[in-house]
């Protein structure tokens, strides 16, 4: 089921609400349960896609050879990549290169086509953390991404989605072990979360649920067998997920 989080950080608490919010709006029930006693899913499994936006990072970019692209570079992540916060990701046989990068997502709520700049905050659900998991070695010998970075639970979301939030200048934070690896703001973007969606919408129909993954800051390094990774996006709070072979 949905709820909406809400209350003092330590002490939230979850509103149980009816349906699925992405069609019905926010209904409470009135049931309400503190949020250390309910496990938490990923908070939506899009409809139709994961659109990923690689490079979009000077920096990151720098650290993997490249310039940044002249335009978003776009790829695709299936709907089965998709998994939610504490879940574990399943390191794929084909590779012994799997990395972390984490991510600012943006959720749509709005079906919607060739949206102007100016209109893009009438169909942004609301944002979440996201981890882009990529098979390294497969990226570099695959001509498309699609099996480097469509792998099941290569796309942990969550843990909720913040539906009141200027993306435009956020600490984002990538932590592996608790060791700190990436240490970035969304205002060093290439381009920004919502000129993305703009961008991404010439593209593809985005329909209510489908996520935006904005790019990863420098400092992406290798994962494996038994390790976690935190993603921390000021404003929204933390992904963890555990890494399994
Ligand atoms: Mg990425």
């Given amino acids: 089921m949905f709820g909406v989080v809400e209350g ?4 939230e608490e979850v509103a149980v609400i009816n349906g699925d919010p992405f069609y019905a709006g926010v209904q409470l029930t009135g049931v309400r349960h503190a949020l250390e006693d309910v496990r938490l899913l990923a908070p939506v499994i899009p409809r139709s896609k994961v659109v990923g936006i690689g490079l979009n990072y ?15 570079l776009m790829f695709l992540k299936p709907n089965t990549s998709v998994v939610g916060p504490g879940d574990p990701v399943m390191l794929p046989s084909f590779s012994d290169q799997i990395s972390y990068e984490a991510e600012l997502a943006v959720v749509i709520g709005r079906i919607c086509k060739d949206v102007p700049l100016e209109r893009v905050d009438d169909v942004i659900f609301g944002y979440t953390c996201a981890n882009d998991l990529t098979a390294r070695d497969v990226q570099m010998t695959d001509s498309q991404w699609a099996r480097a970075k469509g792998f099941d639970t290569s796309c942990p979301i969550g843990p909720w989605i913040e539906t009141d939030l200027d993306p435009e200048n956020l600490s ?26 703009s961008y991404v919408s010439q593209a593809f129909t985005l ?6 993954l904005t790019g990863t800051p420098a400092g992406v390094g290798l994962i494996a067998d038994g390790q976690r990774f935190d993603v921390d996006i000021e404003g929204i709070g933390r992904l963890s997920n555990p890494v399994r072979r």
Avoid: K, Y
């Fill in 207 to 212: 329909l209510p649920g489908d996520i935006i």
């Fill in 172 to 197: 984002i934070r990538g932590t592996l072990d608790g060791e700190l690896r990436q240490d970035g703001s969304t205002s060093d973007m290439v381009w920004g979360a919502r000129e993305l969606v």
């Fill in 58 to 72: 000077a920096d990151h970019a720098s650290e993997m050879g490249s310039a940044p692209p002249t335009a978003p």
């Fill in 8 to 11: 003092p950080e330590g002490s």
